[in-house]
């Protein structure tokens, strides 16, 4: 067994790696993943000579050197986040494997009922005593059969079966692929197929944090914190979000007669992510790094021209292959839903998130098991606010039309029943099918009579799951804005499926027509908002959840400048004189305008779900800073003698009582009030109105032990026992007298008091719930008392990235350079 020895040095302008093995046989140069070393990391100054510039390293022997040095790690770490999450190899590929079979089944078996059925024997046909005979003439010969396909059928076979051989090579691609990522799992991480659905994402993401120190898969860096993997998973991802945020992509069109809606398909997201990640002509070199062109200044208009120009071809291919689209899907969706809607009409008035909700409502690293929890904790929440809302002539109209259809579908029956050679038995269940569709759609419009009007409290219920929306919302829950553009997020099932079957068609429009015209701000995004991150390469700044570029200090409880803060003024009208209890030259200058701050929370939101969801995580010192001042002002809250009903803590945990949490919240509820001497207030929290845990789909184990949690963990959001959770902090705060002992920080271990039955194992999605309630109610409380009347009724259906680049013209004239990460700026600073 050979012996390798890799030396990296580092140049200025050049990193490469220069790999000698010990027998003096061959060496071989290889650069870098277009990565510079950071020699401002402490960890790489350690293990750094400073004066030499050399890394000098033994690659493991046997099969502790099979993964090292992985070329492409974003590929790698994302096929192992989807073989975790579709339970190992035999599942996946049997998945792959049936959805090709049933594309060929699709195929074959429209061909066969479009060529190889003589229909009009079928409906000509009337002796009933020559049935047998009859049934056999209807099926062509294979010869006849394929004699009739015309011209313009056997292109499109040609078309499917191009189809099918590519994805018949990309199946067996990925078989490879996936059996490397199994024996990675079997032997590196330790985890055998049969044990994987007992490990959360959290438990293997901690092993491949531990191999990468054994294995070294990066060579950039000693060693991988968890936002540089959740970096190479959602590189792209978090992409498009930023995009979303910043409303740029063109995906709001104004309809005649409907008005303006959001229109967002797979098919659209499909061609964006061809343009602008993995295409041929996307501005990435590949997975991890961007091309050089799109950092400079000077290139802008004629990246711009270019990019307009294979947006414009995109969309000319779009439409060459808008019918073949349009029949697969009609094709796709007839088979899929036709027998359940046979059984359960009422599916189509089911609602589902649509694929822009599920882009605006993501947090910055947000895994996609992590977004599903969140919104299926959300869906029953949603469906009862939706459902509250209801038109007085649509329930006019729907009862008289139910009312027909159920008088005609009872004479049916009895037809059935009592005459059955009046009517062919074929057309009378037909026809019963049909009525039933119309009936049932009729009484889904129709509102439930005991139904109670809480538009307020069950859009609040929303909110501490989807953790987003306009400050526009609040206090209007009950109006029909509020509720359209809801509906924006959470549609109805038979709104998605229209729109996959006319996405062929409008996405033509969206790419050719709108799209092309937002190249220039395309090609500025992707320069304004990339950095460069030692070992991991090129990402969306947004992604770093950098609180300082990106945060908006409405949203934040930090100081903003060297004198006085925002909150600091608001307590000098309050009585709070620093009541934070630190200097505040320790924090930071805000260095974020209207063009560079996310909207609606996202960064200082992202920042607290990433490090719930990851509690052993190191944030830098500006995150610290912003934890810090969230902690503080909690810790001062929930011991104050302030008015409980103008406490943001109260409030927020009032409003997560109705989630399900009621016990726990009322203990630390009860405990503050007593403190605050004020008895008469135990009513605020059992008298508030709430949804029970049944209506907003929140599951309570919390009485399950650490022993019963076996199979069925993989979609687990987060770690199981969380230390720096907001919620269990301030229970323990209660029972040690020192309420509000932590926000995020150390606090009790869960694992020291998981077996006492009374104390939840399972609280990262309630913490996260209480988060965003607090952060959203000191939102509120800071504009209303600065005055920024004008920002709370500001949201996403209104805004408009043309005039907000408009009115910042040092942007507009993109003189902002390429944003560096602080370590590299600090690195071309010494070199220089």
């Known amino acids: 067994m050979k012996r390798e020895t890799v030396i990296t040095c580092i140049e200025p302008n050049r990193a490469q790696t220069m790999t000698t093995v010990l027998d003096g046989s061959y060496q071989r140069i290889h650069p870098y993943e277009g990565q510079e070393e950071d020699a401002d990391d402490d960890d790489d100054r350690e293990e750094t000579p400073q004066e030499s510039g050399v890394i000098?390293?033994?690659?493991?022997?046997?099969?502790?050197?099979?993964?090292?040095?992985?070329?492409?790690?974003?590929?790698?770490?994302?096929?192992?986040?989807?073989?975790?999450?579709q339970h190992g190899f035999l599942c996946m590929m049997l998945q792959e494997v049936l959805e090709l079979l049933q594309f060929f089944f699709v195929v074959v078996f429209v061909t066969y009922l479009f060529h190889c059925v003589d229909y009009s024997k079928i409906y000509n046909g009337g002796d009933v005593n020559n049935n047998t005979s009859h049934k056999n003439d209807t099926v062509v010969s294979l010869g006849v059969c394929i004699k009739s396909i015309s011209l313009f059928y056997w292109s499109l076979l040609v078309i499917a079966a191009i189809f099918f051989i590519l994805q018949f090579v990309k199946v067996l691609y990925h078989l490879m692929q996936f059996w490397e990522i199994k024996m990675f799992f079997n032997t590196a991480l330790k985890i055998a197929d049969s044990e994987l659905d007992n490990f959360t994402w959290h438990e293997v993401q901690k092993r491949i944090i531990e191999v990468q120190k054994e294995q070294e898969m990066c060579i950039h860096k000693r060693e991988l914190t968890e936002l540089d993997i959740y970096h190479r998973i959602l590189r792209h991802k978090n992409y498009m979000v930023a995009m979303i945020n910043k409303s740029l992509l063109p995906v709001r069109l104004k309809f005649p007669i409907i008005g303006e809606v959001i229109f967002l398909t797979r098919g659209l997201k499909y061609n964006i992510e061809l343009l602008l990640f993995w295409g041929p002509w996307s501005p990435f070199e590949n997975n991890w790094h961007l091309k050089e062109d799109y950092k400079k200044l000077n290139k802008r208009q004629e990246l711009a021209r270019q990019l307009s120009k294979h947006i414009l071809w995109i969309g000319i291919a779009n439409f060459v292959l808008c019918f073949p689209i349009l029949l697969w899907q009609i094709l796709y969706t007839f088979f899929n839903y036709a027998e359940t809607i046979k059984r359960?009409?009422?599916?189509?008035?089911?609602?589902?998130?649509?694929?822009?909700?599920?882009?605006?409502?993501?947090?910055?690293?947000?895994?996609?098991?992590?977004?599903?929890?969140?919104l299926s904790?959300?869906?029953?929440?949603?469906?009862?606010?939706?459902?509250?809302?209801?038109?007085?002539?649509?329930?006019?109209?729907?009862?008289?039309?139910?009312?027909?259809?159920?008088?005609?579908?009872?004479?049916?029956?009895?037809?059935?029943?009592?005459?059955?050679?009046?009517?062919?038995?074929?057309?009378?269940?037909?026809?019963?099918?049909?009525?039933?569709?119309?009936?049932?759609?009729?009484?889904?419009?129709?509102?439930?009579?005991?139904?109670?009007?809480?538009?307020?409290?069950?859009?609040?219920?929303?909110?501490?799951?989807?953790?987003?929306?306009?400050?526009?919302?609040?206090?209007?829950?009950?109006?029909?804005?509020?509720?359209?553009?809801?509906?924006?997020?959470?549609?109805?099932r038979a709104v998605h499926l229209l729109e996959e079957l006319i996405s062929p068609f409008v996405t033509t429009y969206i790419l050719c027509f709108r799209m092309r015209h937002r190249a220039l701000e395309i090609v500025d995004f992707f320069r304004n908002f990339t950095i460069e991150v030692a070992g991991v390469g090129d990402v969306c700044s947004f992604a770093q959840m950098d609180v300082r570029k990106h945060g908006n200090p409405m949203w934040q409880t930090v100081t903003h400048s060297p004198t006085v803060s925002p909150l600091q003024q608001e307590d000098r009208t309050t009585g709070y004189d620093n009541q934070y209890g630190v200097d505040p030259d320790k924090y930071y200058i805000s260095m974020s305008n209207h063009y560079t701050q996310a909207e609606d929370g996202k960064t200082e939101l992202s920042l607290i779900h990433f490090t719930l969801t990851n509690p052993e995580w190191k944030p830098p010192s500006h995150a610290e800073n912003f934890v810090t001042a969230l902690k503080e002002r909690a810790k001062k809250e929930v011991t104050t003698n302030s008015d409980p009903y103008n406490n943001p803590l109260?409030?927020?945990?009032?409003?997560?009582?109705?989630?399900?949490?009621?016990?726990?919240?009322?203990?630390?509820?009860?405990s503050t009030i007593n403190q605050m001497s004020v008895p008469s207030m135990s009513n605020i929290f059992t008298n508030q109105p709430s949804t029970s845990a049944t209506s907003v789909g929140v599951d309570q184990s919390f009485n399950h032990s650490k022993s019963t949690l076996h199979r069925g963990v993989t979609k687990k959001e987060g770690p199981l026992h969380n230390e720096r959770g907001f919620l269990y902090d301030l229970q323990q705060g209660i029972s040690n007298q020192s309420l509000g002992a932590s926000v995020f920080g150390s606090g009790h271990s869960y694992i020291e008091t998981h077996t006492d039955p009374s104390v939840p194992i399972e609280l990262t999605a309630a913490d996260m719930s209480l988060s965003t309630l607090y952060l959203h109610e000191l939102h509120h409380r800071q504009v209303n008392r600065r005055g920024y009347q004008e920002t709370a009724t500001r949201s996403i259906w209104q805004r408009s990235p043309t005039q907000e680049l408009a009115s910042l013209p040092e942007v507009r004239q993109e003189k902002v350079p390429l944003l560096l990460h602080q370590d590299s700026s600090l690195r071309k600073n010494r070199e220089s």
């Not at 599920?358 to 895994?367: A, I, K, P, S």
């Not at 927020?652 to 509820?669: A, D, R």
Request: hydrophobic fraction near 45%; include cysteine.
């Open 56 to 85: 000098i390293h033994v690659v493991p022997e046997g099969n502790k050197a099979r993964w090292n040095h992985i070329e492409d790690l974003d590929s790698f770490f994302a096929r192992m986040y989807h073989y975790h999450q």
């Open 344 to 374: 359960e009409p009422s599916v189509l008035a089911m609602r589902t998130w649509s694929l822009y909700g599920r882009l605006y409502l993501r947090h910055f690293n947000e895994l996609d098991h992590e977004l599903n929890a969140r």
């Open 377 to 492: 904790r959300a869906y029953r929440p949603a469906s009862k606010y939706m459902s509250s809302f209801t038109s007085p002539i649509m329930t006019i109209l729907a009862k008289h039309i139910a009312f027909i259809t159920g008088a005609v579908l009872a004479v049916l029956l009895l037809i059935a029943l009592f005459q059955e050679g009046t009517f062919s038995m074929e057309r009378v269940v037909a026809y019963m099918t049909m009525l039933g569709v119309v009936a049932a759609g009729a009484k889904a419009a129709i509102p439930d009579e005991n139904l109670v009007w809480c538009p307020e409290t069950l859009l609040t219920a929303v909110l501490a799951h989807t953790h987003y929306r306009p400050d526009s919302w609040r206090g209007n829950a009950h109006t029909l804005t509020t509720r359209a553009q809801v509906a924006q997020l959470f549609q109805y």
């Open 650 to 670: 109260i409030a927020s945990l009032n409003s997560l009582s109705g989630l399900g949490y009621k016990e726990h919240v009322s203990n630390i509820i009860r």
